[in-house]
């Protein structure tokens, strides 16, 4: 089977419920408002590395609820309690490591707040930057979040471009979002 050249190539050949047709029709590279929302897709790209898009798709309700809707008060706050529950869940990813990126990003999101009143400000404030320095600063400033992680979060939320290609319904759509 041919790999079809781009996400929205793909999921144009999907039924409208699925999994993968309904992120990229709602959420793929639209802007993301809210902090605790940015930090669930941070979540949900860390916990996709070394496995398929599809199981993180289909765990997303399951990883909203473990962690608390994605409070970033309440997640910075976990303890070992909350790391043993979340390792028990059998709806999310149980990886002791991601776990732990997931609070202590939390706690980074927090500080990052303090300094530029939220997160979207301070990644807004980054925009001028490449995708090369965006990886760097990522690394320096959060755990877990390689290359891949960083470009598909950026991407995703709308502060990088490439989540839809000309051509994609989308694609106008999403430009006109982000100039908002």
Partial sequence: MEKPAS???HVAKLPASNVHRVY???QYGFPVESDDELFGRLILEINQAGLSWDTILNK???F???YDGY???RVAAYGEADIDRLMSDAGIVRNRLKIHAAIFNAQKILELQGKSGSFRNWLSNQEHLDIRDW???FKRTFK???G???KEFLMSTGHIPGAHVEGCPLYGARSELQSK
Avoid: M, P
Wanted: net charge negative; hydrophobic share 35%.
């Fill in 148 to 150: 891949e992680i960083t």
């Fill in 64 to 66: 909203r609820k473990a």
């Fill in 60 to 62: 997303q309700h399951h």
């Fill in 135 to 137: 990886v760097a600063l």
């Fill in 71 to 73: 409070d970033l008060q």
């Fill in 24 to 26: 990229h029709d709602t």
């Fill in 144 to 146: 877990f979040t390689g």
């Fill in 7 to 9: 996400y929205c190539a």
